[in-house]
């Protein structure tokens, strides 16, 4: 199952030491979550405190696992289930009249 997970850093996490500490966390915990080979891939955004990261996981609490306190402790978790658009065409496909 593919789940896109969009993470924005608290507000709350301002002060350069916090930020600091959470950039280097982060760091290592992308390189873990990584080499689990189930995230398939990630993006920051330009233009905020945050990042879309795309995960093949099996269920919601391998996701969970995944992400660990590192991830939910410091940032808002939206998740979304997402699809390959080969695989939305064929969907529709099913419904053509």
């Known amino acids: 199952m593919l789940l896109m997970a969009k993470l924005t850093v608290l507000p709350a996490i301002y002060k350069e030491d916090e930020v600091l500490n959470l950039r280097n966390s982060f760091g290592k915990h992308v390189i873990k979550m990584k080499e689990s080979g189930k995230l398939v891939s990630g993006w920051g955004l330009a233009g905020g405190r945050g990042a879309y990261l795309l995960f093949d ?28 658009l080969e695989k939305l065409g064929e969907f529709f496909k099913k419904f053509e009249k």
Do not use: F, R
């Not at 969970?64 to 939910?72: D, E, Q, R």
């Open 57 to 84: 996981v099996n269920s919601g609490e391998e996701l969970l696992n995944l992400l660990s306190p590192v991830v939910l402790d410091h940032t808002n978790v939206d998740v979304q289930p997402v699809l390959e």
